[in-house]
């Protein structure tokens, strides 16, 4: 009934900023990190309902805080299995 998931990932991102941009084609290494959850209710019939949440932290150089500051993403989620 209870799921805690996770991911991290790290990659060079060259698409961070509009093609006007002097540092549209630049590389910056970003990071990410997400830990979420998921609660499974009681089964009704055909159906699996869960509702969850999840938060991501960013990693991110120097040189882009005063562009995206320090970013933190959240999501609030509901899935639903058809079993």
Not at 6 to 19: C, H, I, P, Q, W
Not at 46 to 62: E, K, M, N, Q, T
């Amino acid at each position: 009934m209870h799921t805690v998931f996770g991911r991290a990932e790290r990659a060079d991102k060259n698409e961070l900023f509009a093609e006007s941009d002097p540092r549209a084609e630049e590389k910056f290494r970003v990071a990410k990190l997400s830990v979420g959850y998921v609660y499974d209710l009681p089964r009704d019939g055909r159906y699996a309902i869960g509702i969850g949440g999840l938060v991501s932290r960013y990693s991110l150089p120097a040189e882009l805080d005063s562009v995206y500051g320090n970013p933190t993403s959240f999501m609030l989620f509901a899935r639903v299995k058809i079993r």
